[in-house]
């Protein structure tokens, strides 16, 4: 039976695109799903594998308000 780490909570931001292009990033993008899918895997981290306890937040998905919200 795998057992889960119930009590971890993560929120992970990847801001890919920004305003001024020169400071874009685009592989933090793929750097938070690639951890994201570490954090899930049962073998090394068993995050349960929800928004409740992993969210993962993007580009013009990332505002202010999202971020706050995922931290409450």
Known sequence: M???FNH????LLGIGQC???QLSLPVTVKDTQALRQI???P???AYPDNDQHLRVLHDEGA???AIVD???
């Open 2 to 4: 795998e057992q889960y």
């Open 8 to 11: 971890g909570y993560a929120l």
């Open 70 to 72: 995922g931290l409450e």
């Open 63 to 65: 505002t202010q308000q």
């Open 39 to 41: 954090l899930v895997n």
């Open 19 to 21: 305003a001024e292009p």
């Open 43 to 45: 073998q090394v981290c």
